[in-house]
């Protein structure tokens, strides 16, 4: 079974960064798709960004132009940089894996079989 375990969220003020961090089983490779999803409490979850094996990434509207999907993959690894945070950007952040592809990557929730616990992330204003 793998394993994704999620950090980095904190309590920010609107404007600010914040960078999370997803790191996943020594036995997933990073050859299928992974990506960052969030859901507020009372809304549905939301599709954030995906990576597919190439390092090809793919952003939500809402985030695009403010986040930034990256890994290294030496450290298993995956990152999120969030920048100029806003209030709506409130959520439980997770990380995810869609084990049956490798590219074209989607954002819907439901293709994704591996979840990690996830990791809080609050903007003030």
């Known amino acids: 079974q793998v394993q994704l375990l999620e950090s980095g969220g904190n309590s920010v003020q609107a404007g600010g960064s914040l960078r999370l961090s997803c790191a996943y089983s020594r036995f997933l490779l990073r050859r299928t798709c992974m990506a960052w999803f969030r859901q507020a409490p009372g809304k549905e979850r939301e599709g954030v960004a995906s990576?597919?094996?190439?390092?090809?990434?793919n952003y939500a509207d809402s985030v695009k132009g403010r986040f930034t999907f990256s890994e290294d993959n030496a450290r298993n690894t995956l990152y999120l940089q969030m920048d100029s945070l806003k209030p709506e950007d409130t959520a439980m952040y997770y990380c995810?894996?869609?084990?049956?592809?490798?590219?074209?990557?989607?954002?819907?929730?439901?293709?994704?079989?591996?979840w990690g616990q996830g990791t809080q992330v609050t903007v003030s204003s």
């Open positions: 995810a894996a869609d084990m049956t592809r490798w590219r074209s990557c989607t954002l819907r929730s439901s293709a994704h079989s591996t």
């Open positions: 990576i597919d094996i190439d390092g090809t990434t």
